[in-house]
């Protein structure tokens, strides 16, 4: 497993809750009224699926998230098992340009290639293939790898709550019913009390579990992890903004992005969704075989897409919000001097300045206005002058730590839950788009012909 920031006891949070529905409602539920007692086939049912939740839960936590694979290697695996390497380099040529066309972004944290639907995790501190989110309960980042276990995990999860709250039901029931009969003939005060705890905690947790179930057996027949819908509702939001901006959206720095429409590339059907996120293989139950195989990134990359979509075209779509900075170096000469302002007196120079600055907030003023932000208009001039000054301190400090983070032009923009990436443990600093962090060895790569000379 990688190495994490998190805290490490919420493993053993899950694993004490596991063990207390699963066992301590065992040992209560004969302690009560005989009646309604579920039958020794029963136990036999509800321990089997204890026992393969505690096989995926371990399988979660302790998979590997997956390597990124480097462009134009691949496992020796992969490479010995491949029919149509006759050893003659052509194979390998082929699989170096597929792994360009998957490498276009960097990871400046990690400084490689990374290839799409790829996430640099700032817990795990390194790039995560195919991310759906980084999972606290798990300690893990539900990845490619890891997908197939975590889903199997919240399955047997839902399975056993289910059975164990269909015995508390008929217990409990039947505690009910007898609720006018003398106390000596009913259960204890403390077994009643863990009684409730029981039905509150179980009904609690499957609820809970089984509309996050829901929800990922949906990512899976879709074809689309969480950050990447995400995604799609970042675009579809600049889409919206777009249109009334004339086709455009408002960037760092006053830059204008051309935002076109761009279809989602990677849901290319229910079944071939289901088999891709299973790891590959069409028999079914074996989808639900505790002690299945860990899917082999060389065994899905290059992910098959739907032809939607220029293939030219990466995903996620353009977002002003991905631009860096662009920091202006400063003009030789006089500060605060322009032209025939050289011969001024100080007073008029500083009076030009005054006029400078009123003007530069008009059109400041105007260009929010565009955008929608109106709640600045009534702004002052000396309130201005203050915000600019502020700005002008945090240009100082962005550039004394090398940050490439994005102006702060607007707020950062939250889905309809109110998330951003960084909350499904995305590193925001390494999403960045632009090319001025590439190292020349990577440039040089990316411009080489994908054909032997």
């Given at each position: 497993?990688?190495?994490?920031?998190?805290?490490?006891?919420?493993?053993?949070?899950?694993?004490?809750?596991?063990?207390?529905?699963?066992?301590?409602?065992?040992?209560?539920?004969?302690?009560?009224?005989?009646?309604?007692?579920?039958?020794?086939?029963?136990?036999?049912?509800?321990?089997?699926?204890?026992?393969?939740?505690?096989?995926?839960?371990?399988?979660?936590?302790?998979?590997?998230?997956?390597?990124?694979?480097?462009?134009?290697?691949?496992?020796?695996?992969?490479?010995?098992?491949?029919?149509?390497?006759?050893?003659?380099?052509?194979?390998?040529?082929?699989?170096?340009?597929?792994?360009?066309?998957?490498?276009?972004?960097?990871?400046?944290?990690?400084?490689?290639?990374?290839?799409?639907?790829?996430?640099?995790?700032?817990?795990?501190?390194?790039?995560?293939?195919?991310?759906d989110h980084d999972c606290v309960w798990i300690q893990n980042c539900v990845s490619?790898?890891?997908?197939?276990?975590?889903?199997?995990?919240?399955?047997?999860?839902?399975?056993?709550?289910?059975?164990?709250?269909?015995?508390?039901?008929?217990?409990?029931?039947?505690?009910?019913?007898?609720?006018?009969?003398?106390s000596y003939l009913g259960p204890t005060p403390g077994q009643l009390g863990h009684?409730?705890?029981?039905?509150?905690?179980?009904?609690?947790?499957?609820?809970?579990?089984?509309?996050?179930?829901?929800?990922?057996?949906?990512?899976?027949?879709?074809?689309?992890?969480?950050?990447?819908?995400?995604?799609?509702?970042?675009?579809?939001?600049?889409?919206?903004?777009?249109?009334?901006?004339?086709?455009?959206?408002?960037?760092?720095?006053?830059?204008?992005?051309?935002?076109?429409?761009?279809?989602?590339?990677?849901?290319?059907?229910?079944?071939?969704?289901?088999?891709?996120?299973?790891?590959?293989?069409?028999?079914?139950?074996?989808?639900?075989?505790?002690?299945?195989?860990?899917?082999?990134?060389?065994?899905?990359l290059p992910y098959p897409v739907n032809g939607f979509t220029d293939p030219s075209?990466?995903?996620?779509?353009?977002?002003?919000?991905?631009?860096?900075?662009?920091?202006?170096?400063?003009?030789?000469?006089?500060?605060?001097?322009?032209?025939?302002?050289?011969?001024?007196?100080?007073?008029?120079?500083?009076?030009?300045?005054?006029?400078?600055?009123?003007?530069?907030?008009?059109?400041?003023?105007?260009?929010?206005?565009?955008?929608?932000?109106?709640?600045?208009?009534?702004?002052?001039?000396?309130?201005?002058?203050?915000?600019?000054?502020?700005?002008?301190?945090?240009?100082?400090?962005?550039?004394?730590?090398?940050?490439?983070?994005?102006?702060?032009?607007?707020?950062?923009?939250?889905?309809?839950?109110?998330?951003?990436?960084?909350?499904?443990?995305?590193?925001?600093?390494?999403?960045?788009?632009?090319?001025?962090?590439?190292?020349?060895?990577?440039?040089?790569?990316?411009?080489?012909?994908?054909?032997?000379?």
């Amino acid at each position: 497993m990688p190495s994490r920031t998190s805290s490490p006891l919420f493993i053993p949070g899950v694993s004490s809750l596991i063990a207390f529905l699963s066992y301590s409602s065992q040992y209560l539920l004969p302690q009560l009224e005989p009646r309604a007692q579920p039958t020794t086939s029963a136990y036999i049912g509800f321990n089997v699926l204890v026992a393969c939740l505690w096989i995926c839960y371990y399988r979660a936590c302790t998979t590997e998230p997956g390597p990124v694979p480097v462009p134009g290697r691949r496992s020796p695996e992969s490479a010995s098992a491949d029919p149509g390497d006759d050893g003659d380099g052509d194979g390998e040529d082929d699989d170096r340009a597929a792994g360009a066309r998957r490498a276009r972004r960097w990871c400046r944290k990690c400084q490689a290639p990374k290839p799409h639907r790829t996430h640099h995790c700032r817990q795990c501190q390194r790039c995560i293939p195919k991310m759906d989110h980084d999972c606290v309960w798990i300690q893990n980042c539900v990845s490619l790898t890891t997908f197939p276990h975590f889903i199997r995990f919240l399955f047997y999860a839902v399975a056993a709550m289910t059975q164990l709250e269909h015995f508390l039901y008929q217990k409990s029931a039947v505690i009910w019913h007898g609720r006018h009969l003398p106390s000596y003939l009913g259960p204890t005060p403390g077994q009643l009390g863990h009684l409730f705890v029981l039905v509150v905690v179980n009904s609690l947790t499957l609820f809970a579990l089984a509309v996050m179930l829901a929800r990922t057996v949906w990512s899976l027949a879709v074809n689309t992890t969480t950050i990447e819908g995400w995604e799609i509702d970042r675009h579809q939001a600049l889409l919206r903004r777009a249109r009334i901006l004339g086709g455009y959206a408002p960037g760092p720095g006053g830059v204008r992005m051309k935002i076109s429409r761009q279809e989602f590339p990677y849901d290319v059907g229910l079944w071939p969704n289901c088999k891709q996120g299973m790891g590959g293989s069409g028999f079914v139950p074996g989808w639900f075989w505790p002690l299945a195989a860990t899917p082999s990134v060389d065994d899905v990359l290059p992910y098959p897409v739907n032809g939607f979509t220029d293939p030219s075209l990466d995903w996620p779509p353009p977002d002003p919000e991905r631009l860096p900075q662009r920091h202006r170096g400063l003009e030789p000469g006089p500060a605060f001097v322009y032209g025939e302002e050289a011969l001024l007196s100080p007073s008029e120079q500083m009076a030009a300045f005054r006029r400078r600055q009123l003007a530069d907030l008009e059109r400041r003023r105007r260009g929010r206005t565009a955008e929608g932000r109106t709640d600045r208009l009534e702004m002052d001039d000396d309130r201005a002058a203050e915000e600019d000054q502020d700005d002008d301190e945090e240009d100082e400090e962005e550039d004394e730590i090398g940050s490439s983070k994005a102006l702060p032009y607007e707020d950062p923009w939250t889905n309809r839950e109110g998330e951003r990436l960084t909350d499904y443990g995305v590193d925001e600093d390494t999403e960045m788009d632009g090319a001025e962090d590439l190292p020349l060895a990577e440039l040089r790569r990316r411009r080489a012909p994908s054909h032997r000379g």
